[in-house]
């Protein structure tokens, strides 16, 4: 007999959704490709300490094609994406242990076709014409900086490597015609993201088999283009946001023609490669994904007819699509569904799901819904974000109590949350928290605007939207104003720790791989962030160099940072680190000590500080790990650590047996 939920406080409600089932149950899906009748993915698998395996589906069987030992993964860019490529049944791929590219044949040991040497390879297609791969490289072994091309790759012995395009700080998307005769690519400069603008460019390919006559035909500092393609017939398409919106469009008559002009966002920022929006049913179709209001949605476009048909799926979130004539392949997710490969007929408006991200997913009953919220925030703007209730219908809370609510901020800046089941969300709601996850000012999928909203104003503007959504909740009744948590990581770390440093709103602050000091980031990143911070805080070296011509021959020698700084003071006036006087509120930090992105200094510093001023504070480091958790233990660690940290500050008993964390100062 039911006797109802059982009465008890927020926070100490027991979940089926625990640390250890997110930790083995579940596998990050990425890239996805169609070869034949054959869809290919990767997978990310934490219970395998992090592996990257590519897996085939044929005849309703999935298959791992990545023999142990091995792991497709490339660091080009340190984020990496776009690892491998596959054409006639062989697979290319990037090994992570080495960074060489291999050639896999199925059924045999996959075989080095690149030299052992300080070089990366990424977004690699198939040159079949001349019996090559052609793909981003990037020398570690060149000098200050890794220097960054594009290259051909011969598939036959001894495997001549030659240079196709160089000059530029930055290269991304090559791609053929399918008659190999042109050849279209992106590239970019210091010091500009691709989000703010790049270049895209055109060009023949000659009998020896280098480009000719390569001219730009889209893109500058004010303009994102995001993933060229050629079409079946030879037409080249790519993604534009000269509108103030990520649309589709192609190059013709020597002109580029906007197809479906809307205010949505068919583009992504190019954090990593190969990532894709659209692909080729025909040369006449396009099969499409475009996000409006924080929700993905699917069409067809057919380019001769000028139709734009949406079509209702089940998915709220939608990447990595891949096409063939009547095949459609994506990740798919929803508020209920994590993600999953999903292959679509959009002629017949039917979908499979061919792999699951989540091998046992949590009954529905457990799961909190996202509300899409809109609220003021500072300077009369609007922010966004995903409101999720506490949820869990074996508890309810005692009479007249209100939720601990945890504010997560994302790790973009310049990314998104989305409302795809993430039972890393669903951890806390089950538990009896609220949580807020903000699309702050600078996210994208709103327009090109909203994204702008950010540039100088990073460290400000994003700690603004995530207070104005604690307090949002806070007056609508929604949240314990003494129990406002905050956490992020790498960015959204480094937002966290403004709003701890710079306000007294929250009374508890988690952080994973965050920044604390803006100059160290400035001075002590890698290549692809090197410049990110002078569009989001301003320029910090006044003597660096600006964007080079487009088509430079010669590499301008990169700049030792000597000169003095054109804007020190708000680096350090932003910076948590020189602020420590200012935080009074407990943190605890999570940090992978093999971390380029944002290295272990920052945040050891961070935690000798408050040590010293006597602030709790609490400090999980983790051997082995990069930016980002990828093992299934650390992965377990780091949730009950948090779980055990807000325990303690809050005042509730976590109803499951969590390993302690050491509190220093509490």
């Given at each position: ?44 698998r ?51 242990s ?14 080095a ?37 594009l ?16 000059g ?33 460019w055109l ?16 893109g500058g ?24 919106w ?45 996000q ?40 798919g ?8 490969v ?18 046992d ?27 999720y ?69 990073w ?28 956490r ?48 989001l ?9 600006g ?26 006036a ?50 082995g ?16 650590a948090?779980?055990y ?15 302690p964390v050491?509190?220093e100062?509490?």
């Amino acid at each position: 007999m039911s006797h109802g939920p059982v009465i008890a406080p927020y926070g100490s409600w027991k979940s089926p959704i625990t640390a250890d089932r997110l930790a083995q149950g579940s596998v990050g899906l990425g890239q996805t490709a169609l070869d034949g009748g054959d869809i290919y993915w990767s997978e990310l698998r934490p219970a395998e300490g992090g592996r990257q395996v590519i897996v085939r589906f044929r005849n309703g069987a999935a298959q791992d094609m990545t023999p142990a030992g091995f792991s497709a993964r490339t660091r080009v860019h340190e984020y990496g994406g776009g690892a491998f490529t596959v054409a006639d049944g062989v697979i290319y791929f990037s090994n992570d242990s080495d960074q060489r590219l291999y050639r896999q044949v199925p059924g045999a040991v996959p075989a080095a076709i690149t030299p052992a040497a300080e070089r990366r390879y990424a977004d690699i297609v198939v040159d079949r014409r001349r019996r090559r791969l052609i793909g981003v490289c990037e020398d570690h072994a060149a000098g200050a900086e890794p220097v960054n091309t594009l290259v051909s790759i011969d598939l036959a012995p001894p495997h001549e490597i030659r240079t196709l395009a160089a000059g530029s700080d930055f290269y991304a998307a090559p791609r053929l015609s399918s008659d190999g005769a042109m050849f279209a690519w992106l590239s970019w400069n210091h010091p500009d993201m691709p989000w703010d603008g790049c270049e895209l460019w055109l060009a023949q390919i000659g009998p020896d088999g280098m480009p000719n006559d390569a001219h730009r035909i889209a893109g500058g500092r004010e303009e994102s283009i995001f993933q060229p393609a050629f079409a079946p017939d030879g037409t080249l398409y790519f993604v534009s946001d000269r509108s103030g919106w990520w649309n589709l469009c192609r190059w013709i008559d020597g002109r580029a023609e906007a197809l479906a002009p809307m205010a949505a966002e068919f583009g992504l920022p190019q954090w990593v490669f190969g990532m894709s929006t659209y692909a080729f049913l025909s040369a006449r179709q396009i099969a499409c994904a475009f996000q409006s209001e924080g929700k993905w949605h699917t069409a067809v476009l057919d380019v001769g007819g000028q139709r734009f048909d949406r079509i209702e799926t089940p998915f709220t979130d939608v990447s990595a699509l891949s096409a063939r004539a009547g095949k459609v392949v994506f990740i798919g997710a929803s508020p209920v569904l994590g993600p999953a490969v999903v292959q679509w007929d959009p002629a017949r408006g039917t979908h499979e799901i061919v792999r699951r991200s989540m091998l046992d997913e949590p009954d529905a009953a457990y799961l909190s819904a996202p509300q899409a919220l809109e609220y003021p925030t500072a300077d009369g703007a609007t922010a966004h974000a995903f409101y999720y209730p506490p949820k869990n219908p074996d508890f309810m809370s005692p009479a007249g109590g209100k939720p601990p609510l945890l504010v997560i901020s994302h790790g973009g800046p310049t990314a998104a949350t989305s409302s795809a089941l993430n039972l890393k969300i669903q951890f806390w709601t089950s538990r009896g928290f609220a949580v807020l996850d903000v699309n702050y000012r600078g996210s994208t999928g709103y327009g090109r605007d909203y994204r702008r909203q950010l540039d100088g104003r990073w460290g400000v503007a994003d700690v603004d939207d995530c207070i104005a959504g604690a307090r949002y909740l806070v007056t609508r009744g929604l949240a314990d104003e003494a129990r406002l948590a905050i956490r992020g990581g790498s960015a959204g770390g480094y937002t966290t720790l403004c709003a701890l440093t710079f306000h007294q709103v929250f009374r508890a602050g988690a952080v994973y791989y965050g920044v604390s000091d803006l100059e160290t980031l400035a001075t002590d990143t890698h290549k692809f962030e090197a410049r990110y911070l002078d569009r989001l805080i301003g320029p910090y070296d006044s003597g660096r160099p600006g964007p080079r011509p487009s088509g430079a021959l010669k590499r301008a020698k990169f700049c030792s940072r000597q000169n003095f700084p054109a804007r020190r003071d708000l680096y350090r006036a932003r910076s948590p680190i020189h602020h420590v006087d200012r935080l009074s509120c407990p943190v605890i930090f999570f940090q992978g000590l093999e971390d380029k992105v944002v290295p272990p200094d920052q945040t050891e510093k961070m935690v000798t500080a408050l040590r010293v001023k006597g602030v709790p504070v609490a400090y999980v480091p983790l051997a082995g790990e990069a930016h980002g958790f990828r093992r299934a233990e650390n992965i377990r660690r780091t949730l009950e650590a948090e779980l055990y940290f807000y325990s303690r500050l809050f005042g509730f008993t976590p109803a499951d047996a969590v390993e302690p964390v050491a509190i220093e100062n509490f």
